[in-house]
């Protein structure tokens, strides 16, 4: 009898085990990475540019520091956005991962008081703009400004307009331009 109760007592403890559910680690949410530095590499053939903003605290109480030389008139640039993270050393290249995921981001530009235009160039597997590449044309002399809005998960396609994309916005960085002789 007490074999029989054992035999019971193991084939029941084996189908016991056999229906507990496995669990299964969670899975790893991606959390956004800080990017405390967008650098702007314009080059034209008469005219090599760049274009800086640095927030090494990020969201803390220190304002940003901007470096933004003035564009020559008339002149079509090369441009190529580099988004760092400045606050580890050495600074990790953000834009290896942006341009890795890029169906879900892409560069925004919004151009204000300045007589430009600028234009993406680089596109994801999807034929969409990306947009860390792109063509900026300068025309007659002015003052303005000149955004570049990085967003994740934007709706794509979209025509251009952030206003509308959707996504969230992971960088907005507006500089002050002056377009000089």
């Known amino acids: 009898m007490k074999n029989i109760a054992f035999l019971t007592s193991l084939i029941s403890l084996f189908f016991l085990n056999s229906c507990v559910k496995t669990l299964e680690a969670p899975e790893q949410i991606n959390e956004e990475e800080l990017i405390t530095t967008l650098v702007v590499s314009l080059e034209s053939a008469t005219d090599q540019v760049e274009l800086r903003y640095t927030d090494l ?36 290249d953000i834009t290896l991962e942006i341009e890795e995921e890029a169906n879900d981001h892409q560069v925004f530009y919004v151009v204000n008081g300045l007589n430009a235009t600028i234009e993406p160039i680089n596109i994801d597997k999807n034929g ?13 002399p002015s003052e303005g400004q ?12 979209n025509d251009g307009n952030p206003a509308t994309a959707g996504g969230a916005t992971d960088l907005s960085v507006i500089f002050n331009l002056k377009i000089t002789e």
């Not at 969409?128 to 007659?140: A, D, E, N, P, R």
């Not at 000149?146 to 396609?157: A, D, E, G, S, V």
């Open 57 to 92: 605290d990020g969201d803390g109480p220190n304002q940003g520091v901007f470096q933004a030389p003035n564009l020559k008139p008339n002149t079509t640039y090369s441009g190529k956005l580099e988004f760092l993270n400045e606050s580890e050393s050495p600074a990790e």
């Open 128 to 140: 969409y703009y990306l947009g860390t590449s792109f063509s900026l044309t300068t025309l007659s």
């Open 146 to 157: 000149l955004q570049f809005i990085l967003r994740h998960l934007p709706t794509k396609p």
